[in-house]
């Protein structure tokens, strides 16, 4: 069936650093991927996503790029803030029907000042 | 602020009870989903309305149950409630009917069966 893997957490990182939260999934064909953030106490934002191989989503200065060969869709950030301290979850969505969004553990994200 | 409104925001029940969570979605989002967000099962997605109707289903119980009304609000019904139902519930909305389709999620509901 279809999965998603996720480095395992926390990361704890100093401001200014570089950020790669890897992931990875399997699934049947070309599912869409995306990168959500959930900052404490709130709810799921939708950071960024790819519909297919090679895309490469981008927002608030993260980007993942869509990799079918190594089925992968890594997180990164060349300088992280502490504002970006927060659970990144990778999803996949596949087929027409909601059954097959499927979410990964989620990842923790510290960064000290 | 998503613009998507979640009430209650913490709910206390025993086991055994029926509860019912509401979602009001984004002005002019016709579709609504309801996500499950526990420690021991992560976040799953549960169902999917749009405009009404059923358009996908998850990993939702059979314990549970879900509408949309005609304006457009929803709610998850939860029933003979277990221990292991104590999550965190989402709603969340879009536009059209893809799940692909970027989605709003409210600040859910927490979920605590004593």
């Known amino acids: 069936g279809n999965s998603v893997t996720q480095m395992e957490g926390p990361v704890t990182l100093s401001e200014e650093a570089f950020l790669t939260i890897n992931c990875t999934y399997t699934a049947t064909g070309y599912p869409s991927l995306f990168w959500y953030v959930q900052y404490p106490g709130e709810g799921l934002q939708l950071l960024l996503k790819?519909?297919?191989?090679?895309d490469k989503g981008s927002n608030k200065g993260f980007e993942a790029t869509y990799r079918k060969e190594t089925t992968s869709f890594h997180l990164e950030k060349g300088s992280v803030q502490v504002s970006d301290s927060a659970v990144y979850f990778c999803?996949?969505?596949?087929?027409?029907?909601?059954?097959?969004?499927?979410f990964g553990p989620g990842t923790r994200l510290s960064v000290l000042p | 602020d998503s613009g998507v409104t979640q009430t209650p925001k913490h709910l206390i029940t025993a086991t055994g009870q029926r509860v019912t969570l509401r979602c009001s979605p984004r002005?002019?989002?016709?579709?609504v989903y309801w996500y499950q967000q526990s420690l021991d099962q992560g976040l799953q997605f549960l169902i999917q309305?749009?405009?009404?109707?059923?358009?996908a289903k998850g990993n939702i119980l059979e314990r549970f149950s879900a509408q949309q009304f005609p304006d457009l609000h929803s709610e998850l019904n939860l029933s003979s409630l277990e221990l292991g139902d104590s999550a965190l519930y989402f709603c969340a909305s879009s536009a059209g009917t893809s799940p692909t389709d970027t989605q709003y999620f409210g600040p859910g509901t927490r979920l605590t069966v004593l």
């Open positions: 309305y749009y405009n009404g109707e059923e358009r």
């Open positions: 999803a996949l969505f596949y087929g027409n029907y909601g059954q097959n969004f499927v």
């Open positions: 790819a519909t297919k191989a090679d």
């Open positions: 002005s002019g989002d016709l579709s």
